[in-house]
């Protein structure tokens, strides 16, 4: 018989960071796991990932055991690495800050494909796209079917 899961956590902790101290031990020390051990097995298995923030969802079974499944880097993350800056606008689609390309667009959906409920890379640029507009970004030679291009006049 499957283990049952008592508990499921969801975290963002950046990649090979975890440590047992805030915000992962105060999160998890009340499902009484062990602390150490999570944290050795989440940073062996994002050694190659280092600086990303990487959102880990983790099942806590009846008996004190786990079970963690990575998932991609939120998408926000990305495009603020691709497009080098710390945030977005601050007065969201009307502001823009940066600019991507339509290839940066498609290699962020590409990272973000397998937690999108998109069947397609088009289909998943279009909804990284939808976050880089309401975040202040451009993205080149890139129109979806509601999207034209905003022209912001001082």
């Not at 090979?16 to 998890?28: D, F, M």
């Not at 298995?45 to 280092?50: E, I, L, N, V, W």
């Not at 998408?75 to 940066?104: H, M, P, Y």
């Amino acid at each position: 018989m499957a283990k049952e899961a008592v508990k499921k956590i969801k975290l963002q902790i950046p990649a090979g960071k975890a440590t047992p101290a805030p915000p992962v031990g105060t999160v998890l020390g009340p499902a009484g796991i062990n602390l150490q051990d999570f944290c050795t097995k989440y940073n062996d298995a994002t050694r190659d990932k280092m600086g990303d923030v990487l959102p880990v969802e983790i099942s806590i079974y009846d008996d004190r055991s786990f079970d963690f499944i990575i998932k991609t880097p939120p998408t926000s993350f990305l495009l603020k690495k691709f497009a080098k800056i710390n945030k977005g606008a601050t007065k969201g689609s009307t502001e823009t800050v940066a600019t991507l390309t339509k290839d940066q667009l498609k290699e962020i959906a590409e990272i973000k494909l397998p937690d999108l409920n998109a069947y397609d890379v088009e289909s998943a640029m279009k909804v990284v796209a939808g976050t880089a507009k309401n975040m202040g970004i451009a993205v080149e030679n890139f129109e979806s079917n509601e999207e034209t291009e905003l022209s912001v006049s001082e």
